[in-house]
Each structure stands twice: as structure tokens, then as C-alpha cells.
């Protein structure tokens, strides 16, 4: 259960110089004096708070490496010789009907005004970081034509190069949170929704009441926490300019740009990049009640909230409050995750991973509802990203999970088709892209689906939102095929009988059966009682 080279992380740009390592430490087992690197160490010796977050930033997103006990890969999808759940009406039990093309991904969630996805996904937070801000384009357009809800996450308008307070301090105009509405609302196709958040930043600035007055955003988010990290959200800028104006914000900036040693480091080049900081969130019953209904009364007509990978109290609290308040989505993240910009340590080393997160939210739902409680609709979300992982996720939680939570996932082919676009302009596309042909038509296989549902305007999409697309057809129609092998013809009819565990340990923190143990009692009435009669088998 550690990193296989936790002092030598490919995400901090380090490595062991030794064959061997320490499996506790990660230092070398043989650390030389004289040794010129490059553990993370060695670096951290030179660069010291540098090296806290993967690099370089604005560049990449780094997943945390930690191999947990339990992960789903610990369960397996169970398939049937009969039956078939979930139909859709004029559709019969029969090899002629029962085709996987005829299986419905579609779910809805929320209260009183639902929301649909054509698949039970949607994106994390692609919030203020450098590297979801210049995908932006893509990101939102592949949500919006996939029929996908995406979410725009925090601080956004506070990082703003052009934000504009009024003379309360509040947001009065935010020409970047202007163009991902807009990014997005111009291909939106009726399925899926945007989704802003809240931190303790964006609720000073005014975020909501600028998003739901002036842009018309439907559904606020509001966050405590992601399976990353457990401190608020960070992003580096590159100059003391820009770091003294977001702390003129408010925001928490490090080194403190305000210090005259510090200005000096600057000037002089010893310190590069400065670190802006989100607050730490507070929370109780009765406040967490009233901003839900706050934002209601400013518009808002869905109100959701993302909470992260915390233990056993604040996951109480969550449901149970969100219960009380009516949330219309509650996503549950678990670590590890992956993000633009966490602390690299506590990406790792922090938090309940999401299978344990998932098997609690599980037996407390279970609590709530036998009590004659609300449960809300419940998202999981951390270190997903394939069809497989939906149905399991989906089945683990059953009836509460309603879709899952994908980050990285959906953020890669964003940048896949960004790059196919930049190698074909500039002729030099790679082997593994050149493969598939030459021109955009060739290459992504849903351009010509595209194209016959929105005709020439196909080619004013962005290459990355096409990509998204195209990986989220990929998703369909797999997890297509895993419910038709498990007789689920509608996501509502997908159940924890659908799964089986692979170990004891597994069974145990699921409370889903052991593989010997699965279906036993049926097996035993089947052997004890069938008969084989003129070929038909008789029970």
C-alpha cells in the first residue's frame, strides 16, 4: 500500500538514482554522498516549496500513485442466460429485441426540475487553473453536443485578469466566466447542464448571484472538498504583479508578494512563481440549510454539492444535511483523484478512497432511507474512467447512485484533439495518430455522425470537443454491452445483484457476495429440483 518510488515521482519530475529503494522512505538504499540526483530529495533541497506540486504546472493534471487494498477492479460484473429488465415500451424478452443497441443510457437527476444525460457521466470541476482555462473551448464544447452536464469550477471569476467589482466588492462583470457560459450554451442540445461552483472565495465575491442574475446559470454547486485534497483549491501565477492583485482579492498568496524580501527574491530571480490559495470551509446544519435556500431564492432552480474524501462524520453530515436541505445532486469524490494543482503528498496519502467511500455512502443511505428519510441523488466520483467503472459504481451504490463523476478521464481527449489539430497544422502528426489518416475526417471516428447532425457547423467545433465526443460514445456503447450481458436494459434496473466480489476483504467492506457465495440458494433449488424433458428444462 505505498508508491513504488515515492522520493522519485515521475509527477515531481524525479527519479532514484539507485536500482534499489527504501519501501518506507523511498530514499535510495545505497544514498551516496556526491550523488548529483535527481531524487525528489535531492530537489527539494534546493527548490524546497516547489516541490510540493507536480510539474510544470499549467502543463499537466497528475492522478496520485498510491495501489490501494480494495480498488473495483475487486469486483466482477455478473451475466445472465435469461431475462431481461428495464425495456423499453413495444420491446419484448426475446433474441430479436433483446440487442444491445436497444439499451437505453440514459438517467435524469435531481428533484422537482431534472436533469438528463444521455450517459451517467459528466466532468469534474474544470475550474481555475491554467490548463482547464485554455481547454476550456473543448471541454465544453464536447459536453454540450455528448449531452453531458459540465462543471465549471471555483474561483473562476476571482482569477480573472478582467474582473470588474462593484462598489461592494462584488463581481459586477467577469468576461471569463462570460465565455464558458457562452463556450458551452452555444452547443448545448437540451441533455446535460453547467454547473458553477462555490468555494468560501467565490460565495465573497458574489459569484452566484453574477452567474444566476446576469448569465442565467441554472445550477450553483456548492464544495467542500475534493478526493485530491483536503485544503482549498491552489494555482501558481508567474509574476508579483498578478500575485499582489489576487491578494487584493482576498485570497491567501505565497510567498506573500507584500514583503519587501520577497519582492527583492523576485527581482533578483530566486523566486519564480508565487501560489494562490483557496480558505478552508466551515460548515453547520442550520447555515448549510439557509445558503441552499439563499440560493434558491436568488434563482437558482437546482442546487447541488461536492463533497470529498472524508470520513465517516462528514459523510453523515453530508447526506444528511443534503437530505434535509433537498440537494438536487450530491457528488461524493474519493481519493486519491487527480487534479491541475494538489499537493503531491496529500494527493497520495490522504482520505478514504472512493470503493470504502462508496461501500459507507452505501450503508448510510441505507439508513436514511429505512428511517423514511429523502435520499438525494448521489454522483461518485474518484479515479473513474472507463464504462466498466459506471455499472460498477452504479451498481454498488443502487437505487442512490444515479451517474459518476469523471476528471482526468474527460479532460484527455480534450487535449487529444487540440494536439491531432496543432500536428496537422503544422504536418507532423505521430504514428499513433497518422495510423487512422490524414485529415480530420479520417481521423475521429464520429466526425461524419457529427456532421449529419449539425452539418457544416461541425467544422466551427473545436478537434477537442469532437474528441470528447467521440470517447463518450466509446463510453456509451460499452457500458450498451455490459447492461445487455447483465439483462439491464434501462440504467433504473442496474442493482447490487448485478456484482460480485472477487476476494473475502472485498465482500466484507461491500456487502456484496462472495463469488462461491453468489446465487448459491438458486443453484441448489436448479440441482435439486430440474428435469430434462423432451430438450426443455423444467423447474
Known amino acids: ?57 499549467g502543463e499537466i493534471t497528475a492522478g496520485a500513485e498510491k495501489e490501494y487494498p480494495l480498488d473495483y477492479s475487486h469486483l466482477n460484473i455478473q451475466g445472465y442466460a435469461l431475462g ?24 435524469e437527476y435531481g428533484r422537482s426540475s431534472k436533469v438528463k444525460l444521455t450517459v451517467p457521466v459528466f466532468t469534474g470541476a474544470l475550474g481555475s487553473t491554467d490548463i482547464a482555462a485554455k481547454n476550456w473551448e473543448s471541454f465544453a464544447t464536447g459536453a454540450a453536443i455528448a449531452g453531458i452536464t459540465l462543471v465549471c469550477g471555483e474561483n473562476v471569476c476571482g482569477v480573472d485578469p478582467q474582473l470588474e467589482l462593484d462598489g461592494d466588492g462584488k463581481v459586477a462583470k467577469s468576461p471569463e466566466m462570460d465565455r464558458r457560459v457562452s463556450s458551452w450554451r452555444r452547443w448545448h442540445n437540451g441533455y446535460g447542464d453547467l454547473v458553477v461552483q462555490l468555494n468560501v472565495e467565490d460565495t465573497r465575491l458574489g459569484v452566484a448571484e453574477y452567474c444566476v442574475r446576469e448569465l442565467g446559470v441554472q445550477t450553483i454547486e456548492l464544495k467542500w472538498g475534493q478526493g485530491a485534497k483536503c485544503i482549498g483549491g491552489e494555482i501558481k501565477v508567474d509574476t508579483i504583479e498578478r500575485a499582489r492583485e489576487l491578494q487584493s482579492r482576498g485570497y491567501l498568496v505565497t510567498p506573500d508578494p507584500a514583503l519587501l524580501h520577497v519582492e527583492k527574491a523576485y527581482r533578483d530571480g530566486e523566486i519564480t512563481s508565487f ?36 470520513g465517516a462524520r462528514e459523510l453523515a453530515m453530508a447526506l444528511r444535511w443534503s437530505a434535509e436541505a433537498g440537494i ?34 452505501y450503508q448510510f443511505c441505507q439508513k436514511l432511507a429505512g428511517r423514511g428519510l429523502h435520499v438525494p441523488d448521489i454522483a461518485i ?31 484527455i481527449p480534450g487535449f487529444v484533439g487540440k ?11 505521430p504514428k499513433t495518430v497518422s495510423v487512422h489518416g490524414d485529415t480530420v475526417q479520417k481521423i475521429f471516428y464520429c466526425y461524419d455522425e457529427l456532421k449529419d447532425q449539425y452539418g457544416e457547423a461541425v467544422d466551427q467545433m473545436p478537434l477537442g470537443g469532437i474528441a470528447v465526443y467521440t470517447f463518450i460514445q466509446k463510453l456509451r456503447t460499452g457500458l450498451q454491452q455490459i447492461m445487455a450481458g447483465s439483462r439491464n436494459f434501462s440504467v433504473s434496473t442496474i442493482s447490487r445483484d448485478d456484482l460480485i466480489a472477487l476476494t473475502r476483504e472485498a465482500a466484507q467492506v461491500s456487502g456484496i457476495p462472495y463469488v462461491m457465495e453468489a446465487g448459491l440458494d438458486a443453484a441448489e433449488v436448479i440441482l435439486d429440483n430440474v428435469a430434462i424433458t423432451t430438450g426443455a428444462l423444467t423447474v
Open 381 to 411: 466520483a474518484g479515479g473513474l474512467s472507463m464504462e466498466d467503472h459506471i455499472f460498477k459504481a452504479i451498481a454498488m451504490g443502487a437505487p442512490y447512485v444515479k451517474a459518476i463523476c469523471m476528471g482526468r478521464a474527460l479532460m
Open 84 to 107: 431481461a429488465e428495464g425495456l423499453s415500451s413495444g420491446l419484448e424478452a426475446n433474441p430479436d429485441d433483446c440487442i444491445f443497441p436497444n439499451v437505453s443510457t440514459e438517467v
Open 1 to 57: 500500500m505505498t508508491l513504488m518510488r515515492p522520493n522519485g515521482s515521475e509527477a515531481l519530475e524525479c527519479r532514484n538514482r539507485s536500482r534499489d529503494v527504501t519501501p518506507s522512505s523511498g530514499v535510495c538504499s545505497r544514498c551516496i554522498d556526491g550523488c548529483r540526483g535527481n531524487c525528489e530529495i535531492f530537489q527539494a533541497s534546493m527548490r524546497g516549496r516547489e516541490l510540493l506540486y507536480p510539474g510544470p504546472f
Open 328 to 361: 438536487d445532486l450530491l457528488t461524493i469524490d474519493g481519493a486519491p483523484g487527480g487534479t491541475g494543482m494538489s499537493p503531491w503528498r496529500m494527493m497520495n496519502e490522504w482520505g478514504i478512497p472512493t470503493f470504502y467511500l462508496e461501500a459507507l455512502t
Open 419 to 429: 494536439n491531432v489539430g496543432k500536428w496537422l497544422e503544422d504536418g507532423d502528426l
Open 275 to 310: 501560489e494562490r490559495h483557496s480558505r478552508l470551509g466551515f460548515v453547520d446544519p442550520e447555515g448549510f440549510v439557509a445558503e441552499v435556500e439563499r440560493l434558491r431564492d436568488l434563482g437558482a432552480q437546482r442546487v447541488t454539492l461536492k463533497t470529498g474524501a472524508y
